[in-house]
Structures are given as structure tokens and as C-alpha cells.
């Protein structure tokens, strides 16, 4: 791409995120519309409704058949709120959350800091900013939770569960990840560890879960040990350390290890910065710019970092699983 194609990337990301926001694909779930139907049903303007529709189709996210839009079939898929793979949630948190830092991404490289206090005010760590009430903390995680969807599948992939008994998922959001163990494995029970905030909106994603039953929510703060669930054989970290500096994110760990006993497994799953593929790299090296602009020392890292931090966090490297570039599991075991 030449950089004038690429200082027009946002004008696609644009007309996504506002097509889901406004409710387009939704609409055009019940059938093939017009674009004077669509507009009169959402409350929009028609002419602009128009060419929204037109870009979308352009984009391959709808047809065209005469003056009729519809969804196109892998729009229907990931786009339409009530299906099981629906991916819109990150619309609000790319919106709302994450495009106000981004934006600000020169102070960002300029100070080598990040830029919360520039958008939101205040000097909290991010999650108790993007977390300070039930609809951003809803947005947060549905995003998250959009973002993890596959996620276990993958991480099922690089591990055996069937010896283990109760998964501990340390930052689990909306235990999407561990939702997809315990549909692999009936015997298998899982507890939610979060924020307490986190644990109260829980339900509003475990009830569409095979095996929500076995899910149970423990509120707490992975840097305070004595919170910590007890009773857990394995431990999952799905894109939790990336979010934190060395020093925390070894905190996070040992405190974890910490938790489960002799023998007990960590299952690390991030996004590696020396992936193989050209694009895999991208796209952790455009993730690692997030994390400058959100976090306090958050960066992702490389295999042999990741297996570094286990080794300090006292546990015994197990090795590193690419599952799918850039997605790794770096595996250890408490001694």
C-alpha cells in the first residue's frame, strides 16, 4: 500500500463502526431493504443512509440487488447482534475507548507515556477508568469479549485439559475463553477471576453458554495474592500480561503460581511479537502501539520474553505452542 492509501484506512474503519453503531446490520437481518426502508426504520436520512449503504457494499459487507441492500452472508455471521459469533461489540470500545487514545498517539511517542489522563481524565491504571460504571465496563468487555471469541478453541489446541479439574481464568472478562474448555470438556469446572465490577455484569454473557453451570464467578484483584480463588489446577492468562510492565506482570504471575498447588499448570496466551508472518508482525506491532497509548509499561513481547517471566515467577518452562500466528501459549508448571 502507498502511504496515501494508508492515510485513508480510517475512512473504511469509519463507515464499519458506524453501520454497527447505527444498527444497519441489524435491520437488514429482517430482509432485503431499500435504503428509504432502512433509513425511515433507523430514523436516519435517506440520501445519507444511501451512501453509507453504497460504501458498505463496496466493502463487500452488504448487496446490492436493484434498489434492495442485504447482509452479506459473512456479515450475517459476525455482524447481527443475535448471532453466537456476533464481533460488533468492538465498535463502542474502538469508539468510545480506544480511537480518543490513538488519536492522541504523537504526545504518546513523544513522552514514551500514556495518554488516559489526556482523554479521560485522572491518573487511575486503565481498567478502572474504563471500567467506572456498568455501561463502560459493559462496553469494555463486550469488546473484549468480541476479541477472545476463537480464542479458546486455540488455546484447547495447544493443551491437554482432560487431567485437570478447575480452571482458574485470571482476568477472564466474559469467560468466553474457558466457555469454549468446559464445552470441550464436560468434567471440567471453571472460576472467573476479576475485577468486581466484572463479576456483576458476568451473567449477561454466561447464560448463553453451554455449561454456564460450571462457571463461577470470583471477584478480586490479581495483585493482591489473598483475593486469589483457591482449589484451581490450571491457570489461564488470555491477553492479560500485555496489559502490564515487567514488574507487574511478574507479580501478576507469581501471585497466580502462588494459588495453585505443587504441579499446577499456567497457561500464558498472547500475541507474539516475533511471529512469522509478515502480517501476524503487524499486527502485534500495531497492538504493542496500543499498549503505549493505554497502559503504564503494558507492551506485548516475544516468546522468549514471555518464558523469561515464567521462569522468574518460579515456575518451570514448559515451552511455547504457536497456534496460529500470532497467537501463542506459553506453558509452565509450579514446582
Not at 450475517?76 to 468510545?96: C, F, K, M, W
Not at 484451581?232 to 507469581?254: F, G, T
Request: glycine share 10%.
Amino acid at each position: 500500500m502507498t502511504p496515501h492509501q494508508i492515510f485513508m484506512l480510517y475512512w473504511p474503519a469509519q463507515t464499519l463502526l458506524t453501520a454497527v453503531r447505527l444498527g444497519i446490520f441489524d435491520q437488514l437481518a429482517h430482509g432485503p431493504q431499500t435504503q428509504e426502508q432502512v433509513a425511515h426504520s433507523l430514523g436516519l436520512n435517506g440520501d445519507a443512509t444511501g451512501r453509507l449503504l453504497a460504501a458498505l457494499t463496496g466493502m463487500g459487507l452488504t448487496t446490492q440487488e436493484g434498489p434492495q441492500f442485504s447482509n452479506a452472508p459473512g456479515t450475517t455471521l459476525t455482524l447481527v447482534r443475535n448471532s453466537p459469533t456476533y464481533v460488533g461489540a468492538i465498535a463502542d470500545q474502538h469508539a468510545e475507548q480506544l480511537w480518543p487514545l490513538w488519536e492522541r498517539l504523537p504526545t504518546a511517542v513523544r513522552e514514551g507515556r500514556p495518554v488516559l489522563r489526556e482523554a479521560f481524565g485522572g491518573d487511575r491504571n486503565p481498567f478502572d477508568v474504563l471500567t467506572s460504571t456498568p455501561d463502560q465496563a459493559l462496553k469494555l468487555i463486550a469488546g473484549m469479549h468480541a476479541g477472545a471469541i476463537g480464542m479458546g478453541e486455540l488455546l484447547a489446541t495447544a493443551h491437554n485439559f482432560s487431567l485437570h479439574r478447575q480452571v482458574m481464568d485470571v482476568g477472564g472478562g466474559s469467560g468466553v475463553v474457558t466457555a469454549t474448555l468446559l464445552a470441550l470438556y464436560p468434567h471440567l469446572r471453571a472460576t472467573l477471576f476479576d475485577l468486581p465490577q466484572v463479576c456483576q455484569i458476568l451473567p449477561t454473557f454466561t447464560r448463553s453458554y453451554l455449561g454456564a453451570n460450571r462457571i463461577n464467578a470470583h471477584p478480586g484483584n490479581f495483585f493482591d495474592p489473598d483475593t486469589f480463588p483457591r482449589g484451581c489446577d490450571v491457570a489461564v492468562l488470555c491477553r492479560v500480561l500485555h496489559d502490564w510492565n515487567d514488574e507487574k506482570a511478574l507479580q501478576i504471575l507469581r501471585n497466580t503460581q502462588m494459588a495453585l498447588p505443587p504441579g499446577g499448570v499456567i497457561l500464558v496466551e498472547e500475541n507474539l511479537l516475533d511471529s512469522k508472518a509478515p502480517g501476524a508482525r503487524l499486527f502485534s506491532a500495531l497492538s504493542n502501539l496500543t499498549m503505549l497509548v493505554l497502559t503504564d509499561g503494558g507492551r506485548e513481547r516475544t516468546a522468549a520474553e514471555y518464558e523469561e517471566l515464567l521462569r522468574q515467577a518460579g515456575l518451570r518452562v514448559l515451552g511455547t505452542v504457536r497456534v496460529a500466528e500470532p497467537v501463542a501459549v506459553i506453558k509452565g508448571v509450579k514446582l
